[in-house]
């Protein structure tokens, strides 16, 4: 496709144990043996696994991320929850914000940029998702939703440069559905028009698996991928990077 930089973000979901990090020796091997400069693998494990998986990822390529964290960087009484700093001490330098799967549980676009805010505090990357459900892509809403959690989520955040956008249409998570390469590189190309000065990283998540990568590849304004199911089998996540550089 292309030699420029992308990024591949395991998402794990609320799956694996101790045992599954194991099957990650064979992507540790991968990027070992290839020229990592042009990706960057970042796996987003469990909260319960980020502690172990860092220390295994210690002298490799990979990296490690959350999934998601309280919007105090404070201590506090919040039974059940971790904060950004909880997450940073123990080895994650990414989290995953505004995951569809969180605001259909809840979370809204103003609890995201309290999130956003603390993450950024205690110097943890984004990786804030945004996207349309499907009756919104019927009415043809798709750009007013990406604009709405866009100018909310990031209210009042100068530095923006640090913070990577997955563009992630709901109706596209576990469904094996991907939107079509026009609506794709349209949906893309707006959320990086709404940066004047540094656009960010824009990714595309949605059943990304080693067929349709093929596809993907093609939408050369894509800079990487957040991927759920498919990050689970190493084999296909390997392959879903190679066929990215073919
Ligand atoms: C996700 O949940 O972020 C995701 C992209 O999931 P999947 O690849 O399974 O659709």
């Known amino acids: 496709m292309t030699n420029k930089y992308m990024y591949f973000i395991a998402n ?3 799956f694996g144990d101790l ?22 693998i970042i796996y987003c494990p469990p909260s ?29 009484a919040f039974t059940g929850h971790v904060n950004s700093k909880m997450l940073k001490n123990v080895g994650a330098k990414y989290v995953i914000l505004g995951h569809s799967e969180n605001r259909q549980s809840g979370e809204t676009d103003k609890l995201i940029n309290l999130k956003i805010k603390s993450a950024i505090k205690s110097n943890l990357k984004v990786i804030f998702c945004i996207g349309e459900t499907l009756s919104e892509k019927r ?26 956008i997955a563009y992630e249409p709901v109706w596209s998570i576990g469904t094996g559905l991907i939107p079509k390469s026009k609506d794709l590189l349209n949906s893309i190309s707006y959320i990086k028009s709404k940066f004047r000065r540094k656009v960010p990283k824009v990714l595309y998540g949605g059943s990304v698996n080693n067929k349709n990568i093929t596809e993907l590849k093609d939408i050369n304004i894509i800079d990487g991928f957040l991927i759920g199911g498919a990050s689970q089998n190493s084999k296909k996540f390997i392959d879903i990077i190679k066929k990215t550089f073919n």
């Open 12 to 14: 794990w979901k609320m």
């Open 48 to 76: 319960t696994l980020i502690r172990p998986l860092s220390k295994r990822l210690k002298k490799t390529n990979l990296e490690v991320g959350a999934q998601n964290c309280h919007e105090s960087e404070n201590y506090g």
């Open 139 to 164: 009415k043809k809403l798709t750009n007013k939703v990406l604009a709405k959690q866009i100018n909310n989520g990031l209210s009042s955040i100068k530095d923006t440069s640090d913070i990577i």
């Open 19 to 40: 045992r599954t990090l194991n099957s990650l020796d064979s992507v540790i091997k991968f990027s070992k043996n290839n020229k990592i400069s042009k990706f960057r």
